[in-house]
């Protein structure tokens, strides 16, 4: 199953929405490091610059590689997009829904035009926007805009990790960056967090610190 435009038509149909975003982050199970969250509003009106994203597809489906290709076509197609981050410590302060929500508003507030609706991936909703939106399971295995989203937010936060592995280079975060993979365990256990760990998290909340 490929994500396609069905249900931002739908929307442009029903609810007479010609500015409808698409979002998704990346991070929100991770031990180290921000997460991230990005918007995307295709261009729905303009079909030759749609037919430039064909390939967008969920992030998590696509290489490293791959995603760096249509991170770069994404930027360059979409009619409006924008990337929000909130830091590990705010993460701890705050907790990890209300820091994925605070990332996707920062997302939002970067987009021109403004949307008119959201499409937001997984249960997620906005409460404290206005704009009318919908939250859809596996979104970004359905919608173009969602995918998109998820492949701007992805791609952003691994950048922002690898940087974060020069600084820290004990823990690994270019390759897992900053999931509980058994090499990031194994370095937790000899050098204990750092920084850009997330304190509240499980097993950080053990006696490692």
Do not use: W
Request: hydrophobic share 45%.
């Amino acid at each position: 199953m490929s994500p396609d435009t069905s249900l931002e038509n739908d929307i442009l149909t029903k609810a007479q929405a010609r500015f409808i975003a698409g979002l998704d982050e990346a991070g929100r199970g991770a031990l180290a490091g921000p997460v991230v969250a990005a918007a995307v509003i295709l261009p729905l009106a303009e079909p030759e610059h749609l037919k430039e994203l064909h390939e967008v597809n969920d992030s998590k489906q696509l290489t490293a590689k791959v995603r760096k290709h249509l991170f770069s076509r994404i930027t360059q197609y979409a009619l409006a997009y924008g990337i929000g981050a909130v830091p590990a410590v705010v993460v701890d302060e705050i907790g990890i829904i209300p820091a994925t929500k605070q990332a996707m508003r920062e997302a939002i507030s970067h987009l021109t035009p403004a949307p008119q609706f959201l499409l937001i991936d997984g249960r997620i909703r906005l409460q404290t926007l206005p704009t009318p939106q919908q939250a859809v399971i596996r979104g970004d295995a359905k919608s173009l805009s969602i995918a998109a989203a998820s492949i701007l937010a992805k791609v952003t936060r691994d950048r922002q990790m690898i940087e974060f592995d020069a600084q820290y280079p004990q823990y690994g975060f270019a390759r897992h960056k900053g999931y509980g993979t058994a090499q990031h365990m194994a370095a937790l256990d000899e050098y204990g967090p750092c920084a850009i760990h997330r304190f509240t998290f499980s097993p950080l909340k053990r006696p490692l610190l």
